[in-house]
């Protein structure tokens, strides 16, 4: 018995290492194979099937005469024997292939040497190079292409470096004016410009290469037998992917012959035109000449007219605009003073029935005081509108019985809906009270007897529809016209119907502003309003309003419950007296707690003072360089859970863009009732609980928490001042975890206004500041307010070494640090370390 373990092992490992060998030549996308001295297969991977159609395992033992031919293997014979004679190289033959047409291959012979030095075989490597070649074939063909064309233009190709230098070999240049390489190398190709023509094209040249653009030029340059030529020069920079220039690649064009051919043309034409510039022909001429410059002036002075009409058409429209928006604005505010009066004076005379009548009949009148205002700003097309995606369909159906009531059994109703009617971008209230307006006018127009048609399309108003019309963009509309049978009107009438006070109708049966408030709202909202009539004929005005491709909003119901006020705290903003004073007192008698403001920066200073507040009420339109949008900016910044509304009756555009309310804003509109304004708040109020996130609830209520166990402390007010802007942050937010008010400033400059102003208890700055610095703030604090904590926040506490009666806080420093140290200031230390573990105690989500 023999143990042969040892033999069956390394067996096994061979045929693993074969395996292995072999999965990687398979997956290697070349030809490979190892021949042995006899020239027979020993190895052939899988490529060998994809060319040959022979698996490999066919081809292991075979001679290669065998598997290639003897006609191929004749070709490669050579080949094989200088490398079985030790020479590695890469030869490229014409190889078969299975689907009958040879292929172009290139390939690697490596001998094998043996230990002993012996070369038992060799490797074959192969790739397939006929894509390769094929491409090479192509490009010297094009290069031959441009090579001949260049020659038949007279063409010399040139090539720069970026910076515009001759770098390397120019055969093209060299050729052309004699220079060596040395000569022209770098800038030495200038040397062969006329002198005259040097200096400018010099100047382009550096031109264009500074600003990577095209190089086109014109000069003369000296050829190698001395001659002159002129020549027209073109380069082109190429560019990498990031825009920097690779290389300049340009041309010079001979046309010295093009140039002569063209001065002797010029000189027969002159000569020409002498000979037959005779007196008739002139008259002639100058006949034909004034016939078309008559023609011209007239066309460009009607042109100019209709310009100029237009012109005063647009500019009268927005003097009134603005005219409108303003008075709005001002009236707006009167009858909200009176409806606010109204309906307070409303509360203490219920029982009392003439009274009661007396007050509902002015209300009245404010109503229909806020409807002409309305309808004022609608033609300025200064109304905030609030557009929704709606589909006109369901308004105008819900709006029949409305119509119906309104003009009358004396009139039919059709209504025409074409299929698939696309949705648009409107405001739905609007666009019910234009259709309310265009059915009365009709009526009006028919006296009460005749037909009205109501239709719905869908529309596409192409370019040159859009080119003859003003203020018209190409593009799908949805179309909304209203036609009646009435009595028509002249083209002198349509070109006055949509100003505004204009009115066909009798004295005192109209106010002129219905068609004009359309018109505004159609056009503030994007859409083209068109009119068609003829006297006797009937009257039809389409409305055309812009297509929306989203899904139609989800229609909210109208709250109908009673009214409730609630117990937040409200600033209210407004610069009016009067409208101030009558809303502070609606908003008390609803219950809530009430402070206010006469603008926009004392408000900020109410918030910046620490008092809660739940909701802000502002006017939009008030004086200052503090606007309300900024406004309500800075007190998010400050109370991220403040709830915002606007009111105002003229918005400007502040928060109105596009006609639009910017989006993520609440608005009141002047004048309002008790009730609306009840309702807004409790809206806007809700909506902001409902904006909390669980994790700002948590923080609220371990805020809440924390401010309980502090009780023992009164809220004290810190000023800090530090210039880097995220140190300022983060100390502010550290010193409102620990239960303080914070008043932050970049400097002490902005700092001396907020001390000024706001009572401070502690003052926290740092030592190096813009302007004046840390020390001598602290100076002026301790003068204008003898009891004020100081504590030095800063890096160098060696430079306030000398400031003995303040507290030196060492940066970098943690929570608990900065609150001791402030309390310490005041001088409340022992109180120190309760607060801190108050503090650390709070949830970490806080802060």
């Known amino acids: 018995m023999v143990d042969n373990s040892g033999r069956v092992e390394a067996e096994h490992r061979l045929a693993a290492s074969e395996a292995e060998l072999r999965r990687v030549t398979d997956a290697v996308p070349m030809l490979i194979s190892y021949v042995d001295r006899d020239h027979v297969y020993r190895l052939a991977n899988a490529q060998y099937e994809e060319w040959l159609g022979v698996a490999p395992e066919a081809m292991i033992g075979k001679p290669v005469r065998e598997v290639l031919g003897d006609t191929v293997y004749q070709d490669r014979r050579p080949s094989f024997d200088r490398a079985l004679a030790g020479e590695s190289f890469i030869a490229q033959t014409v190889f078969p292939h299975r689907d009958g047409r040879p292929r172009r291959a290139e390939f690697r012979y490596v001998p094998h040497t043996a230990a002993d030095g012996s070369i038992p075989g060799i490797y074959v490597l192969g790739i397939d190079v006929e894509e390769r070649a094929e491409r090479e074939a192509e490009l010297g063909i094009s290069n031959g292409r441009f090579r001949t064309a260049m020659d038949a233009v007279h063409g010399v190709l040139w090539t720069n470096s970026p910076d515009g230098r001759m770098i390397g070999e120019q055969p093209g240049w060299a050729t052309l004016t004699g220079q060596s390489i040395d000569e022209y190398q770098n800038f030495g190709w200038a040397d062969a410009i006329h002198p005259d023509d040097v200096a400018s094209t010099i100047k382009a040249w550096t031109a264009a290469v500074l600003s990577k653009s095209m190089f086109v030029f014109e000069h003369r340059v000296r050829r190698h037998c001395g001659t002159w030529r002129t020549f027209a020069v073109r380069g082109l920079p190429i560019l990498d992917e990031a825009g920097e220039v690779l290389e300049w690649v340009g041309v010079h064009t001979d046309i010295t012959h093009q140039r002569a051919a063209e001065a002797a043309l010029r000189d027969q034409a002159e000569a020409l035109a002498r000979q037959v510039r005779h007196r008739e022909r002139a008259e002639d001429q100058l006949r034909q000449l004034n016939e078309t410059l008559e023609a011209r002036v007239i066309r460009e002075i009607d042109e100019r007219r209709q310009a100029e009409a237009k012109l005063a058409q647009s500019q009268k429209m927005e003097t009134v605009g603005k005219l409108t928006g303003g008075v709005a604005h001002d009236f707006n505010n009167l009858l909200q003073v009176v409806s606010g009066n109204l309906q307070l004076l409303g509360k203490n005379l219920e029982g009392n029935e003439r009274a009661e009548r007396w007050v509902a009949n002015a209300m009245a009148g404010v109503t229909r005081g806020s409807k002409l205002a309305a309808q004022l700003l609608a033609f300025g097309r200064r109304q905030a509108l609030e557009p929704k995606v709606v589909n006109v369909t369901r308004f105008v159906r819900g709006m029949d019985d409305m119509l119906r009531r309104a003009i009358g059994e004396g009139v039919e109703i059709e209504t025409v809906v074409g299929g698939g009617l696309w949705n648009t971008f409107i405001d739905p209230a609007q666009i019910e009270n234009a259709l309310l307006n265009l059915a009365i006018n009709a009526r009006d127009a028919m006296e009460g007897q005749g037909k009205l048609t109501i239709e719905l399309g869908n529309a596409h108003l192409d370019d040159s529809y859009a080119q003859g019309h003003d203020e018209v963009e190409a593009g799908q509309y949805v179309m909304l016209a209203v036609s009646d049978t009435g009595t028509g009107m002249s083209a002198e009438i349509i070109e006055k119907v949509f100003e505004p006070f204009f009115s066909t109708k009798g004295e005192g049966k109209g ?83 009430v402070l206010k403001a006469v603008d926009a920066a004392s408000a900020l200073n109410v918030v910046e003072s620490g008092v809660p507040i739940d909701i802000l009420f502002t006017d939009v339109v008030m004086p200052g360089t503090l606007k309300s949008p900024e406004l309500a900016r800075k007190a998010k910044e400050r109370l991220p859970d403040l709830a915002v509304l606007f009111t105002s009756g003229y918005t400007e555009n502040s928060i109105v863009h596009g006609g639009k309310l910017d989006a993520g804003l609440d608005l009141l509109s002047k004048p309002y009732t008790r009730e609306a304004l009840a309702r807004k708040f409790r809206q806007v109020l809700a909506n902001r609980q409902r904006a909390g996130s669980p994790a700002a609830k948590a923080a609220r209520d371990a805020r809440i928490d924390a401010d309980r166990r502090l009780d023992t402390l009164a809220r004290r007010t810190v000023l800090l001042v530090e210039d880097d802007a995220l140190i300022r942050a983060n100390t502010a937010e550290m010193l409102q975890g620990s239960g303080f008010v914070v ?105």
Not at 519 to 545: A, M, N, P, R
Not at 812 to 839: C, F, I, K, M
């Open 511 to 593: 106010s002129g502003l219905g068609l004009s408030m359309v018109y505004g709202f159609v056009k503030q909202s994007g859409g083209h309003v068109k009119i068609y009539s003829e006297v006797g004929e009937g009257t039809t005005i389409k409305l055309y309003l812009p297509r929306a491709m989203e899904s139609e909003d989800v229609e909210v119901v109208a709250d109908a419950s009673p009214i409730s006020g609630g117990s937040e705290t409200v600033l209210v903003v407004e610069d009016d007296d009067e409208v101030r004073g009558t809303v502070v007192e609606l908003l008390t008698d609803l219950g809530y707690s």
């Open 743 to 847: 008043v932050d400033a970049a400097s002490a400059e902005d700092a001396m206004t907020a001390l000024q102003t706001v009572p401070i208890d502690a003052l926290v700055t740092d030592v190096n500041l813009p302007g004046v610095s840390g020390p001598d703030f602290a100076r002026t604090a301790r003068t204008l307010r003898p009891g004020v904590g100081i504590v030095f926040a800063t890096g160098d506490t060696a430079s306030v070494a000398d400031e003995t009666d303040a507290i030196m806080l060492e940066k970098p420093y943690g929570l608990d640090a900065l609150a001791a140290a402030v309390l310490a200031s005041l001088g409340e230390t022992a109180l120190a370390e309760p607060l801190t573990a108050t503090v650390a105690d709070r949830v970490p989500e806080a802060d």
